[in-house]
Nanobody, 119 residues
Framework: QVQLVESGGGLVQAGGSLRLSCAASGSGFSISAMGWYRQTPGKQRELVASITSSGSTNEVDSVKGRFTISRDNAKNTVYLQMNSLKPEDTAVYYC?????????????WGQGTQVTVSS
């Protein structure tokens, strides 16, 4: 059974930084694309940034220049470095991965980690 475990959320003042990590665990799997989403109460989950298996990245306009997504394939881990945080970045952040494990590609989600940015 493949699991995604997130860490790194917390409370930070506006202008500060946080680094989120998400590690995939299990056996007999390979990871394709990975990404980070966020969700606030009453709103749909939105894509923040994504990264392909070869390292190509994409970020939503609202975080470009402030957030950086990266991955360590040897550790099956994806990171989200968040700099110059703003109160509007406050949300629960979820990692996402397309994983093949003894069958077709499936989408997996982390448990979510709260990021709170105070003004």
């Amino acid at each position: 059974q493949v699991q995604l475990v997130e860490s790194g959320g917390g409370l930070v003042q506006a202008g500060g930084s946080l680094r989120l990590s998400c590690a995939a665990s299990g056996s007999g799997f390979s990871i394709s694309a990975m990404g980070w989403y966020r969700q606030t109460p009453g709103k749909q989950r939105e894509l923040v940034a994504s990264i392909t298996s070869s390292g190509s990245t994409n970020e939503v306009d609202s975080v470009k220049g402030r957030f950086t997504i990266s991955r360590d394939n040897a550790k099956n881990t994806v990171y989200l470095q968040m700099n110059s945080l703003k109160p509007e970045d406050t949300a629960v952040y979820y990692c996402n991965a397309l994983i093949r494990s003894w069958g077709p590609l499936k989408t997996y989600w982390g448990q979510g980690t709260q990021v709170t940015v105070s003004s």
